[in-house]
């Protein structure tokens, strides 16, 4: 299993996403630089880690999803590499386009630093088949941009197709229908605002994004 | 030449900014403002050569997400005359 985590100016969760991944496969990841313009060849998952690249310039993940980088991070996703968006990552899917919506500043304008209880709505993605349904877990979140919008055709749609995969049990940043994380059609792309590299260790408190990771990298 | 920018959120997205600028304001007793709707302004300055077109093609590339905003381009009235 060959995983690479793409590193930006103000990535601040980089070397936790790595152990995560480090910690379920054994192997270290590859950190690739966003100004770098090809990936390591091979890989099979591609982690886009949380942070505030780019200062959150113009607007979270705006700059960051213009990088070098990110060509060959579509043509990866393209192809089926599992991609996973943590925070301002998931900022950044949203607006390199292989997610639909936008995250927008937290309704309350609070930055709002917690553990939050999720559910995890579909247990049937590469992402989340680790989880048992029915189960609610804690992830902690830590975001200012991290209310989710998008217009009601696409929630309807997102929700029909099973595509919205976590949601938070009870109301923190203003996200429509209470979204924290969704996938793209493909079943390929997931970004969630939750961490789930900050919970896979006893000492982190709890260890609920475990099963993700054992799940993306099976 | 200068070319101004303005990105707004579109209607019906929720601006907590402009929310918040709203209840300041009335915290400093200054009534009769029914809503605040907070925005950017960019300005580029930029040879005459570059065309309108390629500033709308900056602007649904970079400068607004057309997810959440729009944009406004306002040209020099003495080289176009267009005010968008």
């Not at chain 1, 969760?13 to 270290?28: N, S, Y």
């Not at chain 1, 630089?33 to 942070?51: F, K, N, Q, T, Y």
């Not at chain 1, 059609?185 to 993700?212: F, S, Y």
């Not at chain 2, 009769?32 to 005459?48: F, M, S, T, W, Y």
């Amino acid at each position: 299993m060959r995983s690479a985590v793409i590193v930006f100016p103000g990535s601040n969760c980089d070397r936790d996403m790595a152990v995560a991944l480090e910690t379920v496969t054994g192997q270290k990841p590859h950190m690739v630089w966003h100004g770098d313009s090809e990936l390591p060849s091979g890989l099979d998952v591609i982690a886009i880690p949380g942070g505030f690249s780019y200062g959150d310039y113009l607007r979270s993940g705006a700059m960051a999803s213009r990088s070098n980088i990110i060509k060959p991070v579509m043509d990866a996703a393209q192809r089926g590499v599992r991609i996973l968006g943590v925070c301002n990552g998931f900022q950044i899917l949203t607006e390199m386009g292989l997610l639909p919506g936008a995250l927008m500043r937290n309704s309350n304008i609070h930055f709002v630093c917690k553990d939050a209880e999720l559910d995890v709505v579909n247990t049937d993605t590469i992402f989340t088949s680790g989880y048992l349904e029915n189960t609610p877990i804690l992830t902690p979140v830590a975001h200012h941009d991290g209310n989710f919008f998008a217009d009601t055709y696409t929630l309807d749609r997102l929700e029909n197709e099973d595509r919205v995969v976590f949601r938070y049990r009870s109301e923190i940043n203003g996200s429509s229908r209470n979204i924290a994380g969704i996938i793209n059609e493909a079943g390929n792309v997931l970004g969630m605002m939750p961490h789930p590299e900050r919970a896979i260790d006893k000492k982190h408190g709890g260890t609920d994004g475990l099963p993700l990771f054992e799940s993306l990298l099976g | 030449m200068k070319v101004r920018i303005f990105v707004t959120l579109k209607d019906g997205v929720l601006d907590p900014q402009g929310k918040a600028i709203h209840h300041a304001l009335e915290s400093l007793d200054f009534s009769g403002v029914n809503d605040v709707r907070a925005g950017k302004l960019i300005e580029l300055d930029v040879d005459p050569s570059v065309s309108r077109e390629e500033i709308d093609r900056m602007c649904d590339k970079l400068l607004a997400n057309t997810v959440i905003e729009n944009y406004e381009i306002e040209l020099p009235e003495m080289t176009s005359g267009t005010v968008s």
